[in-house]
């Protein structure tokens, strides 16, 4: 399998109520990679992060479609939501999975039951996630509180079993969630930071992105760890890192 976690990947943008296709992100050479990995005529399934909607869902569809292809990778696009259902030996006909961002522990149930993370054991595709889609790849996924009232609601589930790709407990749009107060408190400097004792989360913001292949994880951009309540920076903006593994 090819992983790919990241915050945001581009490919639509806001125009009054209208969602519009874009170009991905070219930034650390996102675009770049993806495409060293694509194949022609790729099919591809879009996981929800909402299963109800499927209205939004449709939308997604349609717009990631288009902004993939005028990104140069072409592919036909379905839709896993409440519509449909896939078995494991189905999702080895895709190429690519795209896991999207939404509500951490909505998506997390959803995945749950469909039973998503024993059917992706032993696929070889390529998997990206988005925001809350890479959260959810975690073997223990932190869904960090983020609507209000989840802060400081004592039956909020903070920890859950996620997909098992990966082991790192990512934190995606550090850039803005530093700034960002729920329930009164600082989002990363006291929610996050009250939770890391004992973890390390992985800090991610928009641009950067976690590649792992093989048993190499490779961090492409600013990169920080947050561990024991005290934040480092690991890796620059514009800078790529191999993190754990070794070439070769």
């Not at 997390?108 to 809350?132: D, M, P, T, W």
Request: aromatic letters at 10%; charged letters at 20%.
């Amino acid at each position: 399998m090819h992983l790919l976690l990241t915050s945001h990947i581009g490919g639509h943008c806001h125009a009054g109520n209208e969602i519009l296709p874009e170009p991905l992100l070219a930034e650390n050479g996102f675009l770049d990679k993806l495409k060293t990995l694509w194949p022609d005529d790729a099919r591809c399934l879009m996981i929800a992060s909402d299963p109800d909607d499927g209205k939004l869902n449709d939308l997604h569809a349609q717009v990631f479609e288009e902004s993939f292809r005028i990104s140069g990778l072409s592919g036909s696009w379905d839709i896993w939501d409440d519509r449909t259902d896939y078995t494991k030996d189905r999702m080895r006909e895709y190429d690519f999975v795209l896991l999207l961002g939404g509500h951490v522990p909505t998506q997390n149930h959803f995945f749950q039951r469909i039973h998503l993370r024993e059917k992706l054991e032993g696929y070889g595709g390529i998997v990206c996630g988005i925001s809350a889609g890479t959260m959810n790849c975690a073997d223990t996924v932190y869904a960090m509180p983020e609507l209000p009232g989840e802060a400081v609601d004592p039956e909020y589930i903070r920890f859950c079993r996620g997909l098992g790709l990966t082991n790192y407990q990512i934190i995606p749009h550090y850039q803005y969630l530093q700034h960002v107060t729920l329930d009164g408190m600082p989002m990363i400097q006291e929610i996050a930071r009250g939770d890391s004792q004992g973890r390390a989360f992985l800090l991610l913001p928009d641009g950067s992105y976690l590649y792992s292949h093989q048993g190499m994880d490779t961090l492409y951009g600013e990169g920080y760890v947050l561990e024991n309540g005290f934040i480092r920076q690991i890796t620059k903006p514009g800078e790529c890192r191999i993190i754990q593994g070794k070439e070769g």
